[in-house]
């Protein structure tokens, strides 16, 4: 009955937070996350939900077209990076991010486990994805799941691997394997759009972008931000 959409509703609101501690950490009090996720989860998350997903809202009657969002790409992901921008202006880049008016680059200390969580978080997304098919369609038929499914999938390692060949040619060598993995999950929920190859393009492009105006997001989340709203259009 009402619990599986209210534990969904629970997940997405959750993964809309989340997304802003990755723009700025290192640089926030521990008070500002609580504080934070309050306003996020209690005012403007739900509000914007109402808007997307409810049949009578403004939004959707404004005209025949509606809006798309099967997997909560705009609902969470671009409301989480446009908060993680806004918040990481704020803050201020880390301190050595931008030395002399170039971009001193900051890679991990572990890209195993960065490559790990990536596919731990790709594995938990088909469930999320796939599940969401019986929110809508209660009555759904199996094909309709393996349908989600196999875009989850082709989003994601499309998206990557398009990622991945920009910044070896950006880079003239083999980048690091972040450069995938964050354009790998961005694309999760962009089940919408069949061009994922170029949302990988895309967030490569918009995170070059925040960097060149000396705007430190520490995962580059807030530069997801143009991939959904683009991909959430299409």
Request: charged share 10%.
């Amino acid at each position: 009955g009402r619990q599986r959409p209210w534990f969904l509703s629970f997940t997405f609101a959750v993964a809309c937070c989340v997304i802003v501690s990755g723009c700025l950490a290192e640089r926030t009090r521990l008070v500002v996350y609580p504080l934070y996720t309050l306003l996020v989860t209690a005012l403007v998350h739900p509000l914007l939900v109402h808007w997307i997903w409810v049949d009578s809202s403004w939004l959707n009657t404004l005209s025949s077209c509606r809006v798309l969002d099967f997997a909560g790409g705009l609902a969470v992901h671009a409301l989480g990076g446009l908060f993680g921008l806004v918040g990481a202006i704020a803050v201020g880049p880390r301190l050595g991010r931008f030395e002399g008016g170039a971009v001193k680059d900051l890679p991990g200390h572990d890209m195993a486990f960065v490559t790990l969580g990536t596919f731990m978080l790709w594995f938990g997304w088909f469930g999320f994805n796939s599940g969401s098919v019986y929110v809508y369609q209660p009555n759904a038929p199996a094909s309709a799941v393996q349908l989600v499914a196999m875009n989850t999938t082709l989003a994601a390692s499309s998206a990557g691997l398009a990622s991945l060949a920009v910044a070896c040619w950006w880079s003239g060598g083999w980048p690091r394997g972040a450069d995938a993995c964050l354009a790998l999950l961005v694309c999760c929920s962009c089940l919408q759009a069949e061009c994922w190859g170029a949302l990988g393009l895309i967030e490569k492009v918009a995170c070059r972008r925040v960097l060149g105006l000396h705007v430190s997001s520490m995962l580059c989340s807030s530069a997801g931000m143009a991939q959904y709203w683009w991909s959430s259009g299409v």
